[in-house]
């Protein structure tokens, strides 16, 4: 019987492998860009190059205990999809219609932790031309996204942020 894994399912495994170069004591993440049934790029979640890691000198997120997906300006990270687009443009190589795909381990349990991105990383994501992400989340099922989707919801709660804004210094008088 073939026991063959889907394409996902290798590029999944792959960025897998990736994560665990990270050297963030929290959470380590893997990503790979593929365009044309090709690994264009790679990255993961660390410092910025030639800078000090966090399991040198602690980590500040830890220290404050912050909670996951937020802190930060706590944190000397440059994210796994970050580095990904970055490294592929240190290298001349195009992501334009690429598929991004991430995986996400927590530090301590080694467990499978989903790799959504943060805002920050969509837009990056969005700008560079990646047209669909691909994760894992903790029950190891598959998921995927439309990156047009990511468009359509950012520009809605940018302008939903404004209009509440607005409405609260109408209120003030102040606008």
Request: hydrophobic share 35%; glycine share 8%.
């Amino acid at each position: 019987m073939n026991h063959r894994p889907s394409k996902d399912q290798y590029y999944l495994e792959i960025a897998r492998s990736v994560a665990f170069r990270s050297t963030c004591i929290r959470s380590r993440y893997g990503a790979i860009i593929v365009k044309d049934d090709a690994i264009v790029s790679t990255g993961y979640n660390g410092p910025i190059r030639g800078g000090v890691n966090c399991y040198d000198y602690g980590c500040l997120k830890d220290m404050l205990d912050l909670p996951h997906g937020s802190g930060y300006d706590y944190c000397i990270a440059v994210h796994a999809e970050e580095n990904c687009i970055i490294n592929a443009a240190r290298t001349g190589s195009s992501v334009l219609g690429g598929v991004l795909y991430i995986y996400g381990i927590d530090a301590k349990s080694n467990k499978i932790i989903k790799g959504m991105p943060c805002d920050r990383c969509k837009r990056a994501i969005i700008n560079a031309g990646i047209t669909r992400v691909v994760m894992m989340d903790e029950d190891e099922n598959i998921e995927y996204i439309d990156v047009r989707e990511w468009i359509k919801l950012d520009t809605e709660k940018y302008v939903e942020m404004v209009m509440k804004v607005k409405k609260e210094l109408e209120e003030k008088g102040s606008y």
